[in-house]
């Protein structure tokens, strides 16, 4: 079935770094692909989407673009800020309609 | 908008006892919610899907009837772990879709269930 691996953390990093969270995914023909993010105490939220091959996704200064030759879907972000503290989930929607989650991504930014 | 809430935060109940957790969207009428179950470390697992007035639908290898799963309005899901074991101590997520060609949930903050 589909299925979505993304990179195990915990990843820290100083504040103003750079950020790349790995994922790759599995589905038969090319499924909507997301980023979740999950703050502390909190629900997850979208944090970007992209729905067909080369679209890029983007907000709060974090982008990701859908790869088909290479079946991924990595988060990036240019300079971090401590609030940027959280786990990020890749996520795809699959052919039953169901969100398929990779096991999430816990990012520690210091000061 | 599209605020979805839990209740509890947290639960610790004894071994045999059953517990309920409430999953409502505040701002939105939602016509689908979702249950889903986190192991530390480890990603989301759909447990199952509820749509308001109808019966869940259970992942494989969820248990319907440990798991009870009621959609009784369209602002309000609840989620009874019945005869609850030590073994069902997780994190649970729910969600809500209101519309229902959309792609989009929205997430609860979780409810940390301890069974001893």
């Known amino acids: 079935g589909d299925s979505v691996t993304q990179m195990e953390g915990p990843v820290t990093l100083s504040e103003e770094a750079f950020l790349t969270i790995n994922c790759t995914y599995t589905?038969?023909?090319?499924?909507?692909l997301f980023w979740y993010v999950q703050y502390p105490g909190e629900g997850l939220q979208l944090l970007l989407k992209?729905?067909?091959?080369?679209d890029k996704g983007s907000n709060k200064g974090f982008e990701a673009t859908y790869r088909k030759e290479t079946t991924s879907f990595h988060l990036e972000k240019g300079s971090v800020q401590v609030s940027d503290s959280a786990v990020y989930f890749c996520a795809l929607f699959d052919s039953w309609g169901k969100l398929q989650f990779g096991a999430g991504t816990q990012v520690v930014v210091t000061p | 908008g599209a605020v979805v809430s839990q209740h509890p935060s947290w639960v610790i109940c004894k071994s045999g006892t059953s517990v309920k957790i409430e999953c409502r969207s505040l701002d939105f009428q939602a016509t689908t919610m979702f249950w889903y179950r986190q192991f530390p470390k480890q990603s989301l697992m759909l447990m199952a899907t509820?749509?308001?007035?109808?019966?869940?639908?259970?992942e494989q290898g969820v248990e319907k009837d440990k798991f009870l799963i009621n959609h009784a309005s369209l602002t309000l899901s609840t989620l009874t772990v019945t005869s609850a074991h030590p073994e069902d101590s997780s994190f649970y997520i729910c969600?809500?879709?209101?519309?229902?060609?959309?792609?989009?949930?929205?997430f609860g903050p979780g409810t940390r269930l301890t069974v001893t």
């Open positions: 589905a038969t023909g090319y499924p909507s």
């Open positions: 992209a729905t067909k091959a080369d």
């Open positions: 509820s749509n308001e007035g109808s019966k869940a639908t259970y």
């Open positions: 969600s809500a879709r209101g519309d229902e060609s959309s792609y989009e949930q929205y």
